[in-house]
């Protein structure tokens, strides 16, 4: 199957600074990504939806401004938290599919801690 | 939105025993797909199955799109098998994101 891979696997961060999680598509295009969080022992929440070449689209309730979304090119869409606090500590997992109304692939996530 | 329940929330098993995990959800989908989530957090794609059966080793799923459930077998369980189960959906056609259900934790005892 498609190959999405994601980075970094895991990353501790002080309160206030930014990190930048990149999700790409190893050997196929995306125009679409989607950016999933979830909180231990709960289920995976979409966050956003990531367009090649346009604003990102947030779910209700997700901060635009601080999770900005990134997708410059076909096999890369980047996730960056700004100004971290230690309620943004979460499981960060991204999306893709070769082709709409295929299977969809997912990153191996990533593991936000903030102190 | 559309909404998915999965049952049971937690299943306990022996080494070697069949179980059944259900989805149902509650409108229309193109696009139904199963997970298993490991220790790590890595989501492993076990079925895309919007309709039909498939089976892959010890497991299979059935999808009844009509009455909108989905039901996933795993057999003869090993302990490889722990870990969360998720069910996740689709609708409308086109590149759209999936919704969960909020999974089965499985754990198989030795």
């Known amino acids: 199957g498609a190959v999405v891979s994601q980075h970094p696997s895991r990353v501790i961060c002080k309160s206030g600074t930014s990190v930048k999680i990149e999700c790409r598509s190893l050997d196929f295009q995306a125009t679409t990504m989607f950016w999933y ?3 231990p022992k709960q289920s995976l929440m979409l966050m956003a939806t990531s367009n090649e070449g346009s604003k990102a689209t947030y779910e209700q309730g997700v901060e635009k401004d601080k ?3 990134n997708h410059a090119s076909l096999t890369l869409s980047t996730l960056t938290v700004t100004s971290a606090h230690p309620e943004d500590s979460s499981f960060y997992i991204c999306s893709a599919r070769l082709q709409a109304n295929t299977e969809a692939f997912f ?3 990533t593991r936000l801690t903030v102190v | 939105g559309i909404q998915v329940e999965q049952s049971p929330p937690d299943l306990i098993l022996q080494e070697g025993a069949n179980s059944t995990l259900r989805c149902n959800f509650s409108d229309s989908v193109n696009n139904l797909q199963w997970f298993h989530q490991n220790p790590w957090g890595q989501l492993i794609n ?3 199955i919007p309709s039909g ?3 892959n080793g010890r497991l299979s799923a059935t999808t009844v799109a009509t009455e909108r459930y989905s039901l996933l077998y795993i057999s003869s369980s090993q302990t490889t098998d722990s870990g969360v189960y998720f069910c996740a959906v689709g609708q409308n056609s086109g590149n759209t994101p999936l ?4 999974g089965t934790r499985l754990s198989v005892i030795a």
């Open chain 1, 37 to 39: 969080r979830q909180f």
């Open chain 2, 99 to 102: 919704v969960f259900g909020k």
């Open chain 1, 107 to 109: 990153g191996q996530g």
């Open chain 2, 53 to 55: 059966t498939k089976q």
């Open chain 2, 46 to 48: 076990l079925f895309y």
């Open chain 1, 67 to 69: 999770f900005l979304i």
